[in-house]
């Protein structure tokens, strides 16, 4: 086994996370104690989970030091968790060798491969985790996505101007809101599970045929993808990008369906590319006044025309929401998914450490270069990208960093 050990791995950081919004932390007192109890050491910045509902007080009966930001541990430590990366400047302190592992928007980061290489920080991109069955309990696009979906719908609801499900009253009876998906990933059926309780008549497209066993059993109804043109294929748990000429045909087959919808939950993404457009402005046109779409794609472009991220757009009497930052929203649960998500690959890197002799104590991170989940993930190390197709960077020198 090609197998790569920092040495005596074990002290490990928990910032707060200094990215404007964002309320979600690491790890939770819960998953401080579970990797505690498998000899890793833990020093958590004070305040680091307060937005989240953890208190430092909380952290310190799991077993973790908690220590004042610049108090000069992001220079002694071994590893960092974090959410998302980050500044520059607090990077610039990380040791030598150390390893991070967090959401760290790989694609096209070129100044931040540049730092990492120079710092030779082993970095693990969570976005990149293959999607194998052995993966699944680290996959943290899955666990916030879920929570994104969710939230979309409540969003949507509030927003709307009639209720969501069927009422009848002495008055008369209330006809359930329509709602339309776009994407059966994990958003989208969480969206579509989340409409349905609430009442709604759900209708979801998606490119893959295959989702359509998905979507029924979750009550909705799906919407076949245009059969005249070649739908994009899927990779690894992903959908492709798709041509210009299936794009087209789904935008018309979809204006039949915005122009009856009350709600509309945006979630189509492709991995390091743009989301596709799947909504014009003459879509638009067509909604009636008063429906919402809540688009979940914003950040990437979007999938819907006239949406902005982090914004809440009024046009022409149609509600449109750039829901950019959904999980931070939720942060107590969608902290406590994400931490479970990271203890579970750490303790992978636990495994691995013993299985290439690290004595079984289970106090030092393995990198097996050869593991896919740490191959598929591991961004950079001893000072290489690993992965160069995602940021333009000059390939990898044959045997460097192995």
Same mark, same amino acid.
């Given at each position: 086994?090609?197998?790569? #050990?920092?040495?005596?791995?074990?002290?490990?950081? %928990?910032? #707060?996370?200094?990215?404007?919004?964002?309320?979600?932390?690491?790890?939770?007192?819960?998953?401080? &104690?579970?990797?505690?109890?498998?000899?890793?050491?833990?020093?958590?910045?004070?305040?680091?989970?307060?937005?989240?509902?953890?208190?430092?007080?909380?952290?310190?009966? @799991?077993?973790?030091?908690?220590?004042?930001?610049?108090?000069?541990?992001?220079?002694? !430590?071994?590893?960092?968790?974090?959410? &998302?990366?980050?500044?520059?400047?607090? /990077?610039? +302190?990380? +040791?030598?060798?150390?390893?991070? @592992?967090?959401?760290?928007?790989?694609?096209?980061?070129?100044?931040?491969?540049?730092? /990492?290489?120079?710092?030779?920080?082993?970095?693990?991109?969570?976005?990149?985790?293959?999607?194998?069955?052995?993966?699944?309990?680290?996959?943290?696009?899955?666990?916030?996505?879920? %929570?994104?979906?969710?939230?979309?719908?409540?969003?949507?609801?509030?927003?709307?101007?009639?209720?969501?499900?069927?009422?009848?009253?002495?008055?008369?009876?209330?006809?359930?809101?329509?709602? /339309?998906?776009?994407? @059966?990933?994990?958003?989208?059926?969480?969206?579509?599970?989340?409409?349905?309780? =609430?009442?709604?008549?759900?209708?979801?497209?998606?490119?893959?045929?295959?989702? #359509?066993?998905?979507?029924?059993?979750?009550?909705?109804?799906? =919407?076949?993808?245009?059969?005249?043109?070649?739908?994009?294929?899927?990779?690894?748990?992903?959908?492709? @990008?798709?041509?210009?000429?299936?794009?087209?045909?789904?935008?018309?087959?979809?204006?039949?369906?915005?122009?009856?919808?009350?709600?509309? %939950?945006?979630?189509?993404?492709?991995?390091?590319?743009?989301?596709?457009?799947?909504?014009?402005?003459?879509? /638009?046109?067509?909604?009636?006044?008063?429906?919402?779409? !809540?688009?979940?794609?914003?950040?990437?472009?979007?999938?819907?025309?006239?949406?902005?991220?982090?914004?809440?757009?009024?046009?022409?009497?149609?509600?449109?929401?750039?829901?950019?930052?959904?999980?931070?929203?939720?942060?107590?649960?969608?902290?406590?998914?994400?931490?479970?998500?990271?203890?579970?690959?750490?303790?992978?890197?636990?495994? =691995?450490?013993?299985?290439?002799?690290?004595?079984?104590?289970?106090?030092?991170?393995?990198?097996?270069?050869?593991?896919?989940?740490?191959?598929?993930?591991?961004?950079?190390?001893?000072?290489?990208? #690993?992965?160069?197709?995602?940021?333009?960077?000059?390939?990898?020198?044959?045997?460097?960093?192995?």
């Amino acid at each position: 086994m090609d197998a790569v #050990r920092p040495p005596a791995l074990t002290q490990l950081l %928990i910032p #707060r996370e200094r990215h404007p919004g964002e309320a979600r932390v690491a790890a939770t007192p819960e998953t401080v &104690q579970r990797l505690a109890a498998k000899g890793l050491i833990f020093h958590v910045e004070a305040g680091a989970g307060l937005a989240s509902g953890f208190s430092d007080a909380d952290y310190a009966s @799991a077993g973790a030091a908690i220590s004042e930001p610049g108090n000069g541990l992001w220079s002694e !430590v071994d590893g960092l968790l974090c959410v &998302q990366t980050p500044p520059a400047a607090l /990077l610039e +302190r990380l +040791r030598s060798g150390a390893l991070m @592992a967090g959401m760290l928007s790989p694609y096209r980061a070129l100044e931040l491969v540049e730092l /990492l290489n120079r710092r030779q920080v082993s970095a693990l991109a969570l976005e990149l985790l293959p999607r194998i069955s052995r993966a699944q309990s680290m996959d943290v696009l899955s666990s916030q996505a879920n %929570i994104a979906g969710y939230k979309a719908v409540l969003l949507a609801a509030a927003a709307l101007d009639r209720y969501v499900p069927m009422l009848m009253t002495a008055a008369g009876t209330i006809q359930p809101a329509r709602a /339309l998906v776009l994407g @059966a990933g994990v958003a989208g059926l969480q969206a579509l599970a989340t409409a349905r309780r =609430l009442g709604a008549v759900v209708t979801v497209s998606d490119v893959r045929p295959a989702a #359509r066993e998905q979507v029924e059993s979750l009550g909705g109804r799906f =919407l076949a993808p245009p059969d005249q043109v070649p739908a994009p294929e899927e990779q690894g748990g992903y959908a492709q @990008a798709a041509s210009e000429a299936f794009l087209a045909a789904q935008r018309e087959q979809l204006a039949e369906q915005l122009a009856v919808a009350d709600m509309v %939950i945006c979630t189509a993404q492709v991995p390091g590319r743009p989301a596709p457009r799947l909504i014009s402005e003459a879509m /638009l046109d067509r909604m009636r006044p008063g429906s919402v779409l !809540v688009d979940l794609a914003v950040a990437q472009g979007g999938n819907s025309a006239a949406t902005v991220s982090g914004e809440t757009v009024l046009r022409q009497g149609v509600i449109l929401i750039g829901a950019d930052a959904l999980p931070s929203s939720v942060p107590h649960h969608a902290s406590a998914l994400y931490a479970r998500n990271l203890a579970a690959l750490l303790e992978h890197l636990l495994g =691995l450490a013993g299985e290439s002799g690290g004595g079984g104590e289970g106090r030092t991170l393995g990198l097996d270069l050869e593991d896919p989940i740490v191959a598929g993930c591991l961004f950079t190390h001893a000072g290489s990208c #690993r992965r160069p197709d995602l940021v333009g960077v000059a390939e990898t020198p044959v045997g460097a960093g192995s």
